[in-house]
């Protein structure tokens, strides 16, 4: 059974970068489906961030393209996301999930809480 | 960006009720979809994908249906441990949009 697990500082000072990790067990990352994040802010609904294939190709959500890298590392079995310049707006809790083009997004980890705040 | 719009967007039901949630597309999205339910401080589980397949472990009171533009999710006979916030969410174009969420309370 694949588990997935955030790590990370839960909170980042305004204008810096957030940056978590994904660690995934169960499974490997040269399967063929992506890892992916996923926020959602505050009492509010969920947002695609991006993903990553084990190949290390990417797809990112536009409105936040310029600000985002997910980067996979199959040695130690983890993914990672950074979203720099961050503001208030940028505080969520921040989910990885697996992504299969079939299936959706499944599983989930249980998600980590990063306040952006000075 | 597929728009995907729920409804309602709020529901109260009693344990036994039949409850049936809408989901629709901006554009046509095919059999792309996904539904998942999320409990408070909990992460999103999936419930069914390409529109009607039941994940694993799902229980079978929960049915999709829809194609193209509309879709909706059935809870054939609502239990305590349904009532949750629902999402759906369209895969068939990026960037991936989720639905914005209806919240089945205890009425």
């Known amino acids: 059974q694949v588990q997935l697990q955030e790590s990370g500082p839960g909170l980042v000072t305004p204008s810096g970068t957030l940056s978590l990790t994904c660690a995934v067990s169960?499974?490997?990352?040269?399967?063929?489906?992506?890892c992916s994040w996923v926020r959602q802010s505050p009492g509010k609904g969920l947002e695609w961030i991006g993903k990553v294939y084990h190949s290390g190709s990417t797809n990112y959500n536009p409105s936040l393209k310029s600000r985002v890298t997910i980067s996979v590392d199959k040695s130690k079995n983890q993914f990672s996301l950074k979203l720099t310049s961050v503001t208030a707006a940028d505080t969520a809790v921040y989910y990885c999930?697996?992504?299969?083009?079939?299936?959706?997004?499944?599983?989930w980890g249980q998600g980590t809480l990063v306040t952006v705040s000075s | 960006d597929i728009q995907m719009t729920q409804s309602p967007s709020s529901l109260s039901a009693s344990v036994g009720d039949r409850v049936t949630i809408t989901c629709r597309a901006s554009h046509g999205i095919s059999s792309w979809l996904a539904w998942y339910q999320q409990k408070p401080g909990k992460a999103p589980k999936s419930l069914i994908y390409a529109a009607s397949s039941l994940q694993s472990g799902v229980p079978s009171r929960f049915s999709g249906s829809g194609s193209g533009t509309d879709f909706t999710l059935t809870i054939s006979s609502l239990q305590p441990e349904d009532f949750a916030t629902y999402y759906c969410?369209?895969?068939?174009?990026?960037?991936?949009?989720f639905g914005g969420g209806t919240k089945v309370e205890i009425k």
């Open positions: 969410q369209q895969y068939n174009s990026y960037p991936l949009t």
């Open positions: 169960g499974d490997s990352l040269s399967s063929s489906n992506w």
């Open positions: 999930a697996i992504y299969s083009t079939v299936t959706g997004f499944d599983p």
